[in-house]
């Protein structure tokens, strides 16, 4: 994966990565010596904004929920069959947890999701 320039039509210099756009003012991507030096900084911001959304994310629930990084799964999950404030079911997808339900959590958008996957396929 990587970020790319796209064309929406306006004066700005628009990076996507991952399905997300950003867009730059034109004079700060040509502040740069090459496109690939611009689109390393764009790269860049999406990795932190990215960062700072999981943060927020992980921050926001109890420390016992994490995350199931089966795809088949893709789900909250803990260790606890009673984790207080929670409703929790056995996992029938292969895990060896519980699924966290009935309680509104944070959402994984498609791109902090193959960034989790990608982390943990590293460790």
Request: hydrophobic fraction near 35%.
């Amino acid at each position: 994966m990587s970020a790319v320039i796209v064309d929406d039509g306006t004066l700005d210099t628009v990076v996507e990565y991952d399905g997300v756009r950003i867009r730059y003012d034109t004079a700060y991507r040509y502040s740069f010596d090459c496109d690939e030096e611009f689109l390393d900084a764009a790269f860049k911001d999406f990795y932190d904004d990215q960062t700072d959304q999981l943060d927020a994310v992980f921050d926001s629930l109890p420390p016992d929920i994490t995350l199931c990084y089966n795809d088949d799964c893709r789900c909250w999950k803990t260790p606890d069959e009673h984790l207080e404030g929670y409703s929790v079911v056995k996992c029938l997808m292969g895990c060896s947890d519980y699924r966290v339900l009935y309680k509104e959590l944070p959402k994984i958008t498609d791109a902090m999701w193959s960034r989790l996957q990608l982390e943990a396929s590293d460790t």
